[in-house]
């Protein structure tokens, strides 16, 4: 086993200070993100979604983002799912953006609501039949008895539906995370990182303030 203790790397790309943050956090979401894209990360949109059901019991699984703007992070899913399950109890979430290879990570916080017919078909369309096929065929989160039995479920479906891409499953749909809180962390040499949080004002008409966090 390695030491763990002593396995740790120190960050070095530099300071990240107010006077680089951009106006908005969604500007600033858009300059992180075309980073993580031009250095070929893998997976840029992938991001930890975490929940918590009705007792607080915390939940959480990577998942693709599909969308953002200032209204939000959009991701697609099986509404019978676990996280559908503890979202419906409990519509609150966290997101983590983890790109490790630029020393920067980005947290949400915010209430979820469901995106709606015309935004959730917008997720679905473009899928792949295929993936159309396994995501209509599967019933999320429960137990299955094997693999096989999962490839069997999707080759029925497929022989009884014609070709071409699927209707959207009523059971399936997109989420959008409203955030209250979007935190832009930079790595920073012996540990003293930067952390930029815009967080949302309720007080002062939805407006947004910029806090530093000590790290």
């Known amino acids: 086993m390695p030491d763990l203790i002593r396995m740790r790397r ?44 009705a007792d607080g019991a915390p939940d959480a699984r990577v998942v693709l983002m599909k969308g ?3 209204t939000g992070f959009v991701f697609g899913t099986n509404y ?19 790109w490790h290879a630029l020393q920067r990570q980005v947290r949400v916080h915010g209430a979820v609501e469901r995106a709606g017919d ?13 993936s159309q096929l396994a995501a209509a065929a599967s019933i999320q989160s429960t137990v299955v008895e094997s693999r096989a039995l ?3 479920r999707v080759e029925e479906l497929d022989a009884v539906t014609p070709p071409g891409p699927l209707a959207r499953p009523a059971n399936w749909g997109g989420y959008r995370v409203v955030p209250e809180r979007v935190e832009f962390w930079q790595g920073g ?12 004002d309720d007080e002062e008409g939805g407006g947004w303030v ?4 000590a790290p």
């Open 10 to 53: 120190d960050y070095d790309d530099g300071a990240f200070g107010e006077d680089g943050l951009a106006p908005t956090w969604v500007e600033q979401f858009d300059s992180w993100f075309a980073d993580a894209v031009a250095a070929e990360l893998p997976e840029p949109n992938a991001m930890v979604v975490a929940t918590a059901d």
């Open 68 to 70: 953002y703007d200032v």
């Open 80 to 98: 019978a799912s676990a996280k559908g399950a503890q979202l419906a109890v409990n519509p609150r979430a966290a997101l983590v953006f983890p």
């Open 118 to 130: 015309a935004a959730s078909d917008l997720l679905w369309d473009p899928r792949p039949r295929g």
């Open 150 to 152: 999962l490839r069997t």
């Open 189 to 200: 040499s012996d540990r003293l990182h930067d952390r930029l949080v815009f967080v949302r």
């Open 210 to 213: 910029v806090q530093r966090l």
